[in-house]
């Protein structure tokens, strides 16, 4: 009887041992838990390139001479600035958080006058440690426009009521002899000059038949303070007498 009985008892532990074996499960596959952040944040990695002249010869920046990354959160207005040497032509922005921005670029001069601003980029941040690549090209040089009508004594006249075709703007550097011609078709009625240096300038704005010179107006004063600014000039009138 014990024999039989130390069998069944044998047999019973057996049957738990092979039983627990089955009901183990590795785990190592399994995939990881979702990581959530918070408040993810990024980067813009940007670069610059100054040029000068009407073809856009990159230039190199002056020693002094500094480059702001401005950020602005779009919903907020909310601004961060990063600071740059401008000769370095880039630069990481500081940790910023994650949401839609406008991004631009300004430049210094040694005495922390603005000199030349880049266009605006809109982009945007949308993942933790994300990293935005952007590059802005642009002059250091600036752009006047302008707008024009002619009339009489009654009313407005077209272009071609007067046998004109074109409109001359010439730009003359204040105190120099450095001047610029810029023609435009008369039936625009509106323009921008080509680029131009920085500074002040005499403007004088002629009505044209050909290479006729129809009227001008009076001189006006224009300055160019920032590269990349337009400066509007208004809009010049002539006056025709019978």
Known sequence: MKSIAWALLLASIGTSITSGCIIIEDDDDAPPPDIIIDDPEGFFDVTWTLTEGPNDVPTNCDEGV???????????????????????????????????????????????????????????IDFNNETVELDFSFPTGGYFALDWSIEDDFSFLECGDVSADGVSLISTLASTDFAVDDIFSCNDYTAETGKLLLGDYVIVVS????????????????????????????????????
Do not use: M
Not at 100 to 123: E, G, H, M, P
Not at 207 to 234: C, F
């Open 207 to 242: 009505l044209l038949d050909g290479e006729t010179n129809l009227g001008n107006s009076l001189p006006r004063n224009g300055s160019l303070t920032v590269g990349n600014e337009q400066v509007d000039l208004g809009t010049f009138e002539f006056v025709v007498t019978p």
């Open 66 to 124: 500094t480059a702001e990354i401005i950020s602005e959160e779009v919903s907020s207005r909310e601004r961060y600035v990063d600071v740059f040497t401008c000769s370095a032509s880039a630069g990481i922005t500081s940790s910023l958080p994650a949401a839609n921005y406008d991004v631009w670029v300004n430049v210094y001069d040694s005495t922390d006058i603005l000199i030349a601003q880049s266009s605006v980029i809109r982009t945007s």
